[in-house]
């Protein structure tokens, strides 16, 4: 099953579930990456503050993979993580007031 991501706060859900439906605890988890279960659920809790080469590692060991896809031309939606209130690529950029990547984002 796909789960579609768009922001980090999406992801951690599903780190925690994947971790839960393969009869994992966190201990386990962390025994089989070699970090303390600390480390484990500061992933869980902000994936977004976690190296690519950490979050692949901890998915392979999930056996997850992350999937690249490209999204629709026109008409892709974003979830705001307060409002949940879908917005298109356009409204986001003009909320946000700057293009959605820049060179900063490289």
């Known amino acids: 099953m796909d789960y579609p ?5 999406q992801l951690a859900q599903h780190l925690k579930s994947f971790r839960k439906s393969r009869g994992l605890t ?8 070699g970090v ?3 480390r484990v659920a500061e992933i869980e809790m902000n994936p977004g503050k976690v190296s690519l080469e950490n979050l692949l590692n ?3 060991a999930l056996e997850v993979r992350m999937l690249l896809r490209e999204a629709p031309a026109s008409g892709e939606t974003f ?3 307060h409002t ?3 917005l298109t690529l356009a409204e986001r950029k003009a909320k946000t007031n700057r ?8």
């Open 99 to 106: 293009p959605i990547l820049n060179e900063k984002d490289w």
């Open 79 to 81: 979830l705001t993580t």
């Open 26 to 33: 966190q201990v386990q988890l962390a025994m089989h990456l």
């Open 84 to 86: 949940k209130k879908a």
């Open 5 to 9: 991501i768009n922001f980090a706060d």
């Open 58 to 60: 901890v998915l392979a």
């Open 36 to 38: 303390t279960q600390s």
